[in-house]
């Protein structure tokens, strides 16, 4: 049984190093000939000689596309997520106004039931009369804390 060469065992390390870094964002598993040679343990000059440089770049490629479309699914899911919780939101709002809406009828009921007329319910309260300064209306002997 013939023992691999150094390049058919360099080629199989690199292949298996590229196809689980593709997997990974740029910045955890960059894919440049140096990054890639420091992995290894080899030197770039290896790489170039043997022409491993060109499926270091295809793969490098196939990453990047790889993290936009990663990327654009993460945005998705973020913004998914945040019409889940709006709509959520929404729901509690729709039951509390419900309860509000209910609690107006009772006191509607209420006020007819007990002779006042509803619409004065409605009507606004007046505004307290202000026309008098209370600027050191506090009593003497008083103390503020």
């Not at 689980?20 to 790489?47: C, H, K, M, N």
Request: glycine residues 4%; aromatic residues 4%.
């Amino acid at each position: 049984m013939a023992r691999p060469s150094v390049r058919d065992e360099l080629k199989r390390r690199l292949m298996e190093h590229l196809a689980i870094a593709e997997t990974y964002p740029p910045e955890d598993r960059p894919l440049d000939v140096r990054s890639v040679a420091a992995v290894l343990r080899i030197s770039p000059t290896t790489l170039y000689k043997y022409g491993l440089n060109r499926q270091i770049n295809a793969s490098e490629q196939r990453q990047r596309e790889n993290s936009l479309i990663s990327g654009a699914a993460i945005e998705q899911d973020y913004f998914k997520d945040q019409i889940r919780k709006l709509t959520e939101e929404i729901e509690k709002e729709r039951e509390r106004s419900k309860g509000l809406v209910g609690r107006i009828a009772i006191m509607e009921a209420n006020a007819a039931r007990l002779g006042f007329d509803p619409e004065e319910m409605h009507k606004p309260i007046l505004k307290p009369v202000r026309t008098m300064s209370r600027a050191g209306s506090r009593k003497p002997g008083r103390r503020r804390f």
